[in-house]
């Protein structure tokens, strides 16, 4: 067999990561005169690696991030000197993901919150191979009234409940529909100590009932969200007003 048809053949067998390296491992392998079960190893690792980073890649895909590339090494932790940068980083780890646990991320716009939320799910994917769904607040709320009005409001709900992180961003930024608070009380209740729910709003907690036009709704919501919940504030320096050139108090105006 030569090294055409062993391509061919590493192909047919869905090897892929090994007929991709194949013939720059043999080329090692008499360079460096490994043994047989070095050259296998070798390959096997590759193969190894091209389905790791083709599963991350799905993942990721599948997560309908707003920006995939965010990452916790991209940000710049000195600008707001004050952020909890230690529970960042352990919620990077995972793990309040395995204890079925929810965080809140607050703060003004511009301050991060969404960039480390996304930042936080995509390594929790390459770290745990976790499902991830993201999804702006508005956008969500409108598909779920949308799923109402369609028939399909219980397969949506059942297709959110089973997402181990799901990311609810920038509660607060758009106009929501009518039926905001009941939809998100459900949403919250269905995956409470079944799943976690990360949630990002430049709103404080105290204007949520106003928000969503219904403070019960709001209260059951955060007496779930905050029992197992993690709270970090972002802020108060915002990012768009510095690349902008102005300063924050110029910015509110």
């Known amino acids: 067999m030569n090294l055409v048809e062993l391509k061919r053949s590493m192909t047919t067998l869905r090897l892929g ?3 991709e390296t194949v013939e720059a491992r043999i080329l090692q392998a008499q ?10 190893s070798v390959l096997i690792q590759d193969e190894l690696t091209r389905r790791g980073d083709r599963f991350v890649a799905r ?20 600008f707001n000197k004050k952020m909890d940068r230690k529970l960042i980083f352990e919620l990077a780890a995972g793990r309040f993901v395995e204890r079925r646990e929810d965080a809140l991320f ?18 929790i994917i390459q770290s745990h191979g976790h499902r991830v769904h993201y999804r702006e607040a508005h956008v969500l709320l409108e598909e779920l009234a949308d ?3 369609l028939g399909g409001r219980k397969q949506l709900l059942e297709r959110l ?5 799901l990311i609810v961003d920038d509660l607060g930024m758009r106009k929501l529909p009518a039926t905001a608070a009941e939809d998100l009380l459900e949403l919250v209740m269905r995956r ?13 907690v105290e204007d949520w009932g106003k928000l969503l036009g219904d403070t019960a709704a709001v209260v059951a919501m955060l007496d779930r969200l905050l029992h197992h919940g993690h709270v970090i504030k972002f802020g108060p320096r915002s990012w768009r007003t510095k690349a902008g050139g102005l300063k924050s108090d110029d910015a509110a105006e």
């Open 106 to 123: 607050l703060g003004p716009p511009g301050t991060g919150k969404s960039h480390v939320a996304q930042a936080i799910a995509r390594s």
């Open 59 to 78: 993942r990721v895909k599948q997560a309908e991030f707003r920006d995939a590339t965010k990452t916790l090494d991209g940000f710049d932790f000195d």
């Open 161 to 165: 409940e089973a997402i181990p992180l």
């Open 31 to 40: 360079a460096e005169r490994l043994v047989p079960i070095d050259f296998i």
């Open 147 to 149: 799923a109402t009005a």
């Open 17 to 19: 990561g090994m007929a």
């Open 192 to 204: 409470y100590e079944r799943a976690s729910t990360l949630i990002t709003s430049n709103r404080p």
